[in-house]
């Protein structure tokens, strides 16, 4: 790969690295390529789950939450089982008021949910956004910078495969739509070249 330092470090590359793409998507990864052009590329290539996972990992944490969320809260239909509904109910307060007690109301109602589903995914990424990992009166465990992002990834992936899985690539285009969308929303790319 040819290009300055500064296309070397540039955001594509960076957040493919944290997002731990795949070997095939990692393949396409160039300096110089514009993130939203990788993400093209990506879905272009049928690899869904490496563009989810490189979205997540792009957004600001509260709004790849409210992606992840919104994914969730679709793939769950018009009436969720109560703890699905609880999971997302949880995670939604938290996303229209990120208070320290709304992130761990999330996570309970995540773990009722289980967390091999969208909607657990969803609350675990709420949990995951800061805070501490530890008990209220323990000394504080942040989470990891990139938990959050790898929940969102969960939600928004199970979202699209856990139901009717033969319909995957029209609601990982969808799902990968609507992140893009965000993602222009909040400004986090620079203008393409």
């Known amino acids: 790969m040819s290009g ?40 272009e290539k049928s690899l869904f789950p490496d563009a989810v996972r490189f979205i997540a990992h792009a957004l600001p944490k509260r709004e790849a939450v409210w992606w992840g969320w919104v994914c ?49 995914c969803a609350g675990l990424a709420a949990f995951f956004s800061g805070g501490s990992l530890g008990p209220p009166e323990a000394p504080p465990v942040p989470p990891g910078e990139f938990l959050a992002a790898k929940a969102v990834a ?6 699209a495969v856990a139901k009717e899985p033969e319909l995957a690539p029209e609601k990982f285009r969808s799902f990968v739509a609507q992140g893009v969308e965000v993602s222009n929303r909040v400004k986090i790319w620079e203008p393409r070249a």
Not at 8 to 34: C, D, F, Q, Y
Not at 101 to 112: P, S, T, V, W, Y
Not at 154 to 159: L, N, Q, R, T, Y
């Open 72 to 120: 969730a809260r679709r793939s769950a239909g018009d009436n969720p089982p109560p703890k699905i509904k609880g999971a997302l109910d949880a995670t939604e307060r938290w996303i229209a008021q990120p208070s320290e007690d709304n992130r761990r109301l999330a996570m309970a109602a995540a773990e009722k949910a289980e967390l091999a589903t969208a909607a657990g």
């Open 4 to 43: 300055s330092p500064a296309q070397a470090n540039s955001k594509t590359v960076m957040i493919s690295t944290v997002a731990e793409l795949g070997e095939e998507a990692m393949a396409l990864v160039r300096p110089e390529l514009h993130p939203l052009d990788l993400v093209a590329v990506l879905m």
């Open 154 to 159: 969960g939600a928004v992936i199970f979202a």
